[in-house]
């Protein structure tokens, strides 16, 4: 059964300081997501990872893919109040079901 | 926005009672699917259809069914509502089952 872990599950941080956030999953899978959900709102897409070392960049926000490792990694640089929402990384498992992580809350303060 | 919308957005009911909400999609995806989202558990896999009359179960699909009669429309139904499905219940459509989920805007459902 694949598990999808994320940590930190909480995150507060002061703006214009860097952090990571981090996916491990428990089985074999070349394509993991990332998306953001704001508070009581719906979960928007952010980055499709497809293979071995893919990086994908927007904004201040950067994920990385390594697949041997069964681990993703999303960067924030200089965060900004904006960035403040609830982040999931997700991986499909079999038969195009999605497993999504716990998600990581980040509150970013100025 | 991908065109998805789920009703009622909100719902209260008692326990014992039958409940479905509805998804609506106007993107003519494929797949669809829905989750519920829960402190502490993410979201989780409730049941998913992969074409009219097509569907399958997710990790949590005790106590729920699914019906899908057209491509734009995915029914969940709850037979008989207890209150460990209160919940917010999201839709999705992936259009090929790989690509991004687009999401609904959810249905909060409290079962009292």
Known sequence: ELKVEQNPLFLSMQEGK??????????TSDRLYWYRQDPGKSLESLFVLLSN????????????????????????????????????????GGAQKLVFGQGTRLTINP | DAGITQSPRHKVTETGTPVTLRC???????YMYWYRQDPGH??????????????DKGEVSDG?????????????????AT????????CAISETGVS??????????TVT
């Open chain 1, 53 to 92: 070392g893919a990086v994908k960049q927007e904004g201040r926000l950067m994920a990385s893919l390594d697949t041997k490792a069964r681990l993703s990694t999303l960067h924030i640089t200089a965060a900004v109040h904006d960035l403040s929402a609830t982040y999931f990384c997700a991986v499909i």
């Open chain 2, 83 to 90: 209150s460990s499905q209160t919940s917010v219940y999201f």
């Open chain 2, 24 to 30: 609506h999609q106007t993107e003519n995806h494929r």
């Open chain 1, 18 to 27: 860097n952090y990571t956030i981090y996916c491990n999953y428990s089985t």
């Open chain 2, 100 to 109: 991004p989920l687009h999401f609904g805007n959810g249905t909060r459902l």
């Open chain 2, 42 to 55: 993410g979201l989780r896999l409730i049941h998913y259809s992969y074409g009219v009359k097509d569907t």
């Open chain 2, 64 to 80: 729920y069914s699914v019906s899908r009669s057209k491509t734009e429309d995915f029914l969940l139904t709850l037979e008989s």
